[in-house]
């Protein structure tokens, strides 16, 4: 056994590490600083070389002002002549004959075959078929009761208010449109999951259709089929598809390389390892891509209700069109229930992948037995119906909420728009935060010189992430410019940094509240579901009422709909915490704000920074959806093709707002750098 020997104290010194001031401490000390300074250092410096050299040579050529009209490009003409072809060639291009018609009266037929069934089903057996699907999805089991409550609720929700049969229309287009968007979806989650290549291929692809307004979807599909169901569902489709493309591709990425390498060792071919590993492997990630398929497939399908879609979409589109709150929220309800329903039955579906079998649940009825039962529970439900002759939903059987809603919303805008005192009212508000936030930030942005902007994007994009990363950034900006449609471009995004700051400031001190008290988060729960499903539209209703038409209430919206994903993000990093660094904090005499200021907070960056990111593309979604009440700028541009079928204007403020949303995913959203040599 060696003994521990102290050694001799070194005599102390003041001033330089040992070996002077160029000792090896020192040296080390500093290499290790320039290890963490130099890359971003450099890259800044480089930045401002650029610009020394670069801004000059701008602005003597291109001036300081707005974006200089020589580095414009005309692209509306070419897409005006484009709308003018496919008018006047609809009806006799082969292309149109012998392809898109087909297409098109394949959707038609689809649907309605839907539609048939559902009705034919009648409601009882519309609602058995929900309640024992749900049932069978949470397990058959005494869990399972729980699920299959909630789509009882759903559907009789559906029926006491009076939206039996636009409910069952929507989900007759829902059904078409998520069946395609699976297919379609999974079969490029496959081929990126499996290829590189073609994983980097289709990223900015699926980052643009995500990105692109609901309603510039529209408007080429409108050319194209006309107004009505074909339309609606292509443009769903395209819509819901990339959930289920990426969480595809991210479970057979993800797949653990283990079992791959003995399925490998045991000869099975690359087919065999694709069904018997892999796809089993990614089940979790499968279902969860269905389940943002469905709930993006919803959202797009009310939308789409503009283009004569019909349904509860449709009911919603026409209290709007009359700022009827009443009615609005009559259909609005339904969308909730039905989100609701198919959220809480995929959700069950997906807690069972990888699960024992229940223990409250009788052995009998697992698997097939109880897929059995709810078949047979369906087919009794649908003879009782026909024996009764309760196919349609009894008119005795309603409730119209819509007086009552009405009455509250005007003893509420009577109450509240002006007259409160010190706060003066929503419409002293809305005209305050207009003169004093909103317009002083557009008009900033709007008079600063354009090259001046471009270089703030880059050292933000810089800040945050790579050169990449700032080429991207800057060069969506500027093609916004070359698009003509700059000073629209920067009054949209003074409306998106005013309601993002806002949705940030509450929706962090929210979810900082609900991390700490558990009551807070049980209460909110059931609240924050309501506003995720609540349809687009049924935001803008109660604003407009409240606010008038302008910026102000397009922004309010936004922030209702943004803050719901903001809330539960920050609470859920923040209860994610580390428990050993709390305890070592407390344990050093921490208070609670010391808690959460050192060491929770810190923790939790990567769930704020992913807060951020969502507030930005839920807050763009509105704005953008804010040009039917007044929110201007390219909202109103987007809205204005879409009415007037102007392909134009339409699809060139639809291309900015894809360029806009990628200069804030850039500038918000930090990667990894590459190294430095």
Request: hydrophobic share 55%.
């Given at each position: 056994?060696?003994?521990?020997i102290?050694?001799?104290p ?7 590490p040992p070996?002077?001031?160029?000792g ?5 000390l500093?290499?290790?600083?320039l290890s ?9 410096t ?6 020394v ?5 701008a602005a ?7 974006w ?5 490009v005309d ?9 003018q072809?496919?008018?006047d ?13 087909h297409?098109?009266?394949?959707s ?8 048939s ?11 058995a078929?929900?309640?024992?699907l749900?049932?069978?999805a949470?397990?058959a ?10 789509a ?8 006491l208010?009076?939206m039996?049969d ?17 297919v ?10 499996l ?6 291929a289709?990223r ?14 529209l ?20 819509y819901?598809?990339?959930p ?10 993800d797949a653990?390389?283990s079992v791959?390498?003995?399925s490998?060792?045991l000869?099975a ?10 796809l089993p ?13 469905i ?8 939308i789409?209700?503009v ?9 919603v ?5 009359t700022?009827?709150v009443?009615?609005?929220l009559?259909?609005?309800?339904p969308?909730?229930l039905i989100?609701?329903?198919l959220?809480?039955?995929t ?11 229940a223990a ?13 039962v709810?078949a ?5 439900a649908?003879?009782?119906g ?5 196919a349609?939903w009894?008119?005795?059987w309603?409730v ?7 009455s509250?919303?005007?003893w509420?805008?009577?109450?509240l728009h ?5 706060l003066g009212?929503t419409e ?5 935060f207009?003169?004093?936030?909103l317009?002083?930030l ?11 902007l ?5 050292a933000?994009?810089?800040l ?7 080429l991207?950034?800057t060069?969506a900006l ?7 449609v700059?000073?629209?471009?920067l ?5 998106v940094l005013?309601?993002?700051a806002?949705?940030l400031?509450l ?13 807070v988060e049980?209460?909110l729960r059931?609240?924050?579901?309501v506003l995720q499903?609540l349809?687009q539209f ?11 038409v302008g910026r102000?209430?397009a922004?309010t919206?936004?922030?209702a709909?943004?803050?719901p994903a ?6 859920q990093g923040?209860k ?6 709390l ?12 808690q959460?200021?050192?060491v ?19 807050v763009?979604a509105?704005?953008?959806v804010g040009g039917l009440v007044g ?12 009415s ?6 339409g699809?060139?403020?639809?291309a900015?707002?894809?360029c806009?949303?990628?200069v804030l995913?850039r500038?918000?959203?930090?990667t ?6």
């Amino acid at each position: 056994m060696s003994t521990l020997i102290p050694e001799k104290p070194a005599p102390e010194k003041t001033g330089s590490p040992p070996g002077g001031p160029q000792g090896p401490a020192t040296r080390s000390l500093l290499l290790r600083r320039l290890s963490v300074m130099s890359p971003l250092a450099r890259r800044l410096t480089a930045l401002a070389a650029l610009a020394v050299v670069l801004v000059p040579f701008a602005a003597v050529l291109w001036g300081s002002g707005a974006w200089p009209g020589e580095l414009g490009v005309d692209v509306s003409g070419p897409l005006d002549d484009l709308s003018q072809w496919i008018v006047d060639n609809r009806d006799t291009s082969p292309v149109f004959l012998y392809f898109l018609l087909h297409i098109s009266n394949t959707s038609v037929d689809a649907v309605d075959g839907v539609y048939s069934v559902l009705d034919g089903l009648g409601w009882p057996g519309v609602t058995a078929a929900a309640v024992l699907l749900a049932w069978c999805a949470g397990g058959a089991s005494r869990a399972g009761l729980k699920v299959a409550a909630v789509a009882l609720g759903a559907f009789a929700g559906c029926g006491l208010l009076g939206m039996w049969d636009p409910a069952m229309l929507t989900l007759a287009l829902m059904t078409v449109a998520v069946a395609v968007s699976v297919v379609v979806g999974f079969a490029l989650g496959l081929a990126a999951g499996l290829s590189r290549p073609v994983d980097r291929a289709l990223r900015p692809v699926l980052d643009t259709m995500q990105v692109l307004p609901a309603f510039a979807y529209l408007l080429p599909f409108v050319l194209v089929f006309g107004t009505g169901s074909p339309a609606a569902l292509l443009a769903t489709v395209i819509y819901a598809a990339p959930p289920m493309a990426r969480l595809t591709a991210l479970g057979l990425r993800d797949a653990d390389p283990s079992v791959l390498e003995a399925s490998a060792s045991l000869g099975a071919s690359s087919r065999q390892q694709l069904l018997k590993a892999r796809l089993p492997l990614a089940r979790k990630e499968l279902l969860l891509g269905l389940n943002q398929t469905i709930m993006m497939a919803l959202s797009m399908v009310v939308i789409a209700s503009v283009i004569g879609a019909g349904g509860l979409g449709d009911e919603v589109y026409s209290a709007l069109s009359t700022v009827d709150v009443g009615a609005a929220l009559a259909a609005g309800i339904p969308i909730v229930l039905i989100a609701v329903w198919l959220d809480r039955t995929t959700e069950a579906a997906g807690e069972r992948i990888g699960a024992p079998p229940a223990a409250d649940g009788p052995r009998l009825l697992r698997g097939g037995p109880a897929w059995a039962v709810a078949a047979v529970g369906t087919a009794v439900a649908f003879a009782v119906g026909k024996v009764a002759g309760a196919a349609q939903w009894p008119a005795g059987w309603t409730v119209d909420i819509s007086g009552s809603v009405n009455s509250f919303q005007e003893w509420t805008v009577d109450n509240l728009h002006a007259g409160v005192p010190v706060l003066g009212g929503t419409e002293v508000w809305a005209s305050n935060f207009t003169v004093w936030i909103l317009n002083p930030l557009r008009d900033v942005l709007q008079g600063a010189p354009w090259w001046s902007l471009l270089l703030l994007v880059a050292a933000l994009a810089l800040l945050v992430g790579n050169w990449r990363n700032a080429l991207g950034a800057t060069a969506a900006l500027a093609a916004t410019g070359v698009l003509g449609v700059w000073g629209n471009t920067l009054d949209t995004l003074s409306q998106v940094l005013a309601a993002l700051a806002l949705t940030l400031l509450l929706g962090v001190a929210v979810g900082i509240l609900a991390a700490r008290v558990g009551w807070v988060e049980r209460v909110l729960r059931p609240v924050l579901d309501v506003l995720q499903t609540l349809p687009q539209f049924v935001y803008l209703i109660p604003v407009v009422a409240l606010f008038g038409v302008g910026r102000a209430a397009a922004i309010t919206a936004a922030v209702a709909y943004a803050l719901p994903a903001v809330v539960r993000i920050t609470t859920q990093g923040l209860k994610k915490t580390d428990p050993a660094a709390l305890e070592a904090a407390r344990s050093l005499g921490a208070t609670g704000a010391q808690q959460l200021r050192q060491v929770q907070l810190p923790l939790a960056r990567p769930a704020l920074l992913l807060a951020v990111n969502q507030g930005v593309v839920l807050v763009l979604a509105v704005v953008i959806v804010g040009g039917l009440v007044g929110g201007g700028a390219l909202g109103y541009d987007v809205v204005f093709g879409l009415s007037r079928g102007d392909l134009g204007v339409g699809l060139v403020a639809g291309a900015a707002i894809v360029c806009l949303g990628l200069v804030l995913d850039r500038v918000t959203q930090p990667t990894v750098r590459e190294t430095d040599h």
